[in-house]
């Protein structure tokens, strides 16, 4: 095998100019895709299943109408009922109409238009536009009920207090108070001679409807990733709560979850100079601990070549995108990509290290590290293609971006780096300037290319592709072949000349970093016995942890806890509370003209108040708004409903169970015509609901049999604990018992975006669970086939499955959960931790060979494996641990469990590893 990669080493000298050649080209030829490519299209984060299927049946059957963005006011003081909150809340208002009838509000790219929604409003009984909240009420009674023109702008706070207590003394307005902060309250007190009922409250919720087809249409789920039209809304959600928050005298607003996309996207601009750093870092520390301006320019700029060979082989292959295909799987290819150059590079400057000429160090080092590269490359494609058994396209194109990732980086990084470097140090005579040059000197160059070739990454990853291929040129042009002609055949060629070009000789030299490493592994050896039981007993207590981790999503766990984003959902917890939540859909499928799957619906809602986790009002009663059931009700209740309706159909609707629901099947149907080309009359004069509503909730098919569709919309609390979610999801299943069990609903159940979540959040644990016993047994058999042994095999994978178990045991004592990024981290753990471990015990069994003393071969491989492996992890954790400095709670969190990590796989290698190898029968020195 020796003879082998010694003859692949020769090659790659021999043949520099065509290597060379050959990845110049190739570059070229994979940033032409990045250039001329404008989107690529986004992996869906969604597995399949019933929850996902119901969803996306609702999204086709009900485009919704309208696009109503919530938002959350909260007084300065103790009170927003007063009259000066009131007027400014009221002022507001109206300029936002203003400003929409003028065709002001329209989002960038769409036509100058009003997008206000104009709807009939029940409890004020009047048309309206876009928007209306207790402030405008009050302004209208107070208009009403005085003979000298009294409205909010000179009323008193008293005059408001009387009028409150009117409106809310009228039942029909309790939909008005539940707009109120929970904490909201009423005392009585005599104001003008009258006893009334006092309220105060410290915030109030409203929404504005504007029309979604305006917009665009699509549906109104809150998530990342719907495009320039989610973007669009977004932009809209935002002018619109900046109008009414004007100069926010008296109030502060915040929306709800208004602005997901565009909350992201700021985020990670922020963000993404963290992870500038982090590439900085991790470039700059591993060049520094090689003591080689060259080492750090050519790891600078492989990491930028392989970043326009992962983007352009991914494009060209057709692989989707997403936040953690375009940023994670980047980010984590500067850990790995940086310790395939440094194993490489420091096992070249080992062997020059002790005397062996430039060329000849570069074939017995890149002879002897090459088996280990290879296989560290094919364990990790194999540990990051155990994805590929998701069930979520997004893990699944993870998976493949990564194994493109790794394999780019083997050839980059760990094979045209070393030889490039050879290049410029034999056969140009620049060893000097690489290792002798001051350490000044060579800290402000290294400190230049990181700081340009780490830019230009972050540029090419996240900003602007044509920008980062643009500076990653400039930095080969500017930092390597500039300095190189310089050096050659410039002005500065005499100081830094070599005697001898082409048999240049670096004296031995042992560096404190080599010695501690040597010592290390020894020291392990030695006291193996405890070595081997503490860390038993450390991953026995890290399994148990870590099968108590739960999946978990909090929007704190992505976003800011600072931002508004994350701020609004925190004031509606604190002032909503029990009362209103996340939506749930109920969704229901079969013959809904048959009175029997009427009265299973009007059955199941009659118990919904059962269930805990569902919102109720102040009442205790269990709000759905407009559905099936209410609209059908007011066709037996209204008169002029029943009348307009017989007098067009010549049907006359009876209830003689009095159940609210027509008596025939025939009558149903009719109904449902009347209603979808007529709407629901509520006078002469005013449509109660329009058309385009009634096909909001009703989907009715007149060929077709069971195939009609509605649904009912449900509030629930507390959905920022998974926990919560799971329990609410059980409890309303036990409800819908009464649907199932009706024999006209072929199909019912429970979605919406709690649930949708749910089911993510459980295909990426049952991803975790099952691609890491996957990884690990593949690369057993690799191991075993490669290393023709079933005794190093093993012991080469147990590190790596006692850092997964130490991180997720860690990570419960800290109080992460598993999220779609965390759980990820595992596939990133068994890849870093493999290589640390093949690098170390192939290295083992080469000085073992060689020597009949098991310290001498330990003392061996820490001196030069060690030493590169503390280079490749000391750099990756410095710029990990920067990251977790990111205000973006995503890429904190993922900066510093990789991290973490990192030293773990070092700890696993360094010391466990030597403990487990000292157990091995020693072979005879050949």
């Known amino acids: 095998m020796s003879t082998v990669t010694n003859h692949i080493a020769s090659l790659l000298d021999q043949r520099s100019n065509l290597v060379i050649l050959t990845v110049v080209l190739c570059t070229g030829l994979f940033a032409l895709p990045i250039l001329t490519t404008e989107s690529i299209e986004q992996a869906s984060p969604e597995p399949s299943g019933t929850v996902f299927d119901q969803l996306a049946d609702l999204n086709e059957r009900f485009p919704p109408v309208i696009h109503a963005p919530a938002y959350i006011i909260e007084s300065h003081g103790d009170d927003l009922l007063t009259a000066p909150a009131l007027l400014e809340l009221l002022q507001n208002s ?22 206000l929604y104009q709807y009939y409003n029940q409890s004020s009984g009047q048309k309206e536009t876009g928007i209306v909240t207790i402030a405008n009420l009050v302004d209208r009674m107070l208009r009403a009920n005085s003979q000298e023109q009294t409205n909010l702008g000179n009323a008193s706070n008293d005059q408001v207090k009387m009028v409150l207590h ?34 105060t409250t410290t915030a109030l919720v409203f929404t504005v409807l504007t029309d979604n087809n305006k917009l665009g249409g699509g549906p109104l789920m809150v998530n990342i990733g719907g495009g320039e039209r989610a973007i669009n809304k977004e932009h809209l959600n935002r002018t ?161 971006s990564a194994t493109i990732a790794i394999v780019s980086s083997f050839l980059i990084l760990g094979l045209v780096v070393p030889t490039v470097l050879l290049r410029l140090e034999n056969h140009m005579g620049l060893i000097a300037f690489g290792r002798r040059s001051t350490l000044l000197g060579r800290t402000i160059g290294s400190l230049l290319v990181a700081i340009t070739s780490g830019t230009g990454v972050i540029l090419l990853v996240a900003v602007n592709k044509p920008a980062g291929v643009a500076i990653i040129g400039a930095v080969i042009l500017i930092f390597l072949l500039l300095p190189a002609i310089l050096l050659t055949k410039g002005p500065l060629v005499n100081r830094f000349s070599e005697t ?30 405890p070595v081997v039981f503490i860390a038993m007993i450390l991953t026995i207590g890290s399994v148990v942890f870590a099968l108590r981790l739960d ?39 079969g013959d809904l003209s048959s009175p029997e799957t009427l009265q299973a619906i009007q059955t199941f809602i009659d118990s919904l108040p059962e269930s805990d986790y569902v919102a109720k009002n102040r009442e205790g009663n269990v709000d759905l708004g407009v559905t099936l059931i209410s609209t059908l009700e007011h066709f037996i209740t209204n008169p002029f409903t029943r009348a307009s309706f017989q007098q067009e159909t010549g049907i006359t609707i009876t209830d003689k169970d009095s159940d609210q629901i027509p008596d025939t099947t025939e009558q149903i149907k009719s109904v449902f015509t009347y209603m979808l080309t007529r709407g629901v009359p509520l006078n002469a004069t005013t449509l109660l609901l329009e058309p385009e509503t009634v096909r909001g909730f009703l989907y009715y098919d007149r060929t077709t ?13 507390g959905t920022r604990e998974q926990k919560r979610v799971r329990q609410a999801g059980n409890s309303l299943r036990n409800l819908t018992t009464v649907l199932d069990e009706s024999p006209s609903i072929i199909s019912s159940g429970v979605t919406g975006s709690p649930f949708t979540r749910e089911g993510q959040l459980d295909a990426t644990t049952t991803t975790l669970w099952r691609s890491l016993p996957i990884a690990a047994i593949a690369t057993v058999l690799l191991l075993l086939f490669a290393m023709r042994s079933v005794t190093y095999a093993f012991l080469t994978v147990v590190p790596v499955l006692l850092v997964v178990a130490w991180l997720y045991g860690l990570m419960y004592l800290l109080g992460f959960g598993l999220n779609f990024v965390t759980a990820l981290i595992g596939s990133v753990s068994v890849g870093i931790g493999i290589d640390y471990s093949i690098h170390m015990t192939q290295r083992f069994r080469e000085e073992a060979s060689k020597t009949d003393s098991k310290d001498k071969a330990f003392r061996k491989t820490g001196q030069g494996t060690g030493s590169a ?36 796989a070092m700890v696993a290698s360094l010391i466990v590893l030597p403990a487990l190898l000292s157990f091995t029968s020693f072979p005879h020195k050949q």
């Open 94 to 115: 109206d300029n936002l109409q203003r400003t929409d009838s003028k065709g002001q509000l329209a989002p960038d790219g769409l036509p100058k238009q009003s997008y």
């Open 166 to 199: 009117q409106l809310f003394s009228d039942s029909s307005n309790n939909p008005i108070l539940e707009t109120l902060s929970s904490n909201a309250s009423s005392e009585r007190k005599v104001i003008g001679g009258q006893e009334i009922d006092y309220w």
């Open 240 to 400: 619109i709560g900046d109008i009414i928050a004007g100069d926010e005298t008296h109030y502060s607003l915040w929306g709800i979850a208004i602005d997901p996309n565009l909350e992201s996207i700021e985020q990670g601009e922020i963000a993404g100079v963290f992870i500038m750093f982090t590439i900085i870092a991790a470039v700059l520390v591993v060049g520094l601990i090689l003591r080689s301006y060259w080492a750090t320019a050519l790891i600078g700029i492989g990491l930028g070549i392989l970043m326009i060979w992962l983007k352009g082989i991914s494009i060209l292959l057709g692989i989707k995108g997403g936040l953690v295909i375009d940023l994670i799987v980047p980010i984590s290819m500067v850990a790995l990509g940086v310790d395939f150059a440094a194993h490489a590079i420091r096992r070249y400057q080992d062997e020059t290290r002790v005397g062996n000429p430039l060329k000849k160090a570069f074939q017995i080092g890149m002879g002897g590290v090459f088996i280990a590269l290879l296989l560290a490359m094919l364990t990790d494609s194999i540990a990051f293609l155990s994805a590929v058994s998701s069930e979520i396209e997004a893990v699944v194109h993870f998976g493949i």
């Open 500 to 529: 001898s070009n082409k048999d240049s000789k670096l004296k031995e030299q042992r560096d404190l970093l080599s010695t501690l490493m040597a010592y290390i592994l020894v020291t392990a050896a030695r006291f193996r016995y």
């Open 551 to 589: 999946p978990t999503f909090d929007t704190k766990d992505f976003f800011d806890a600072k931002s508004d984003f994350v701020v609004g959902l925190d004031k509606i917890d604190e002032h909503v509370g029990p009362r209103g939540g996340e939506p749930a859909l109920i969704y229901i499928k």
């Open 705 to 717: 049999a069971n195939n009609d569709v509605t649904y009912l919309q449900i509030g629930l609390p």
């Open 869 to 904: 492996l503390i280079a490749s992890g000391v750099s990756s954790i410095v710029g990990f641990t920067i990251m977790g400095f990111a205000p973006m709670p995503l890429f904190a969190t993922y900066g510093i469990l990789t991290a973490t990590m990192i030293f773990l």
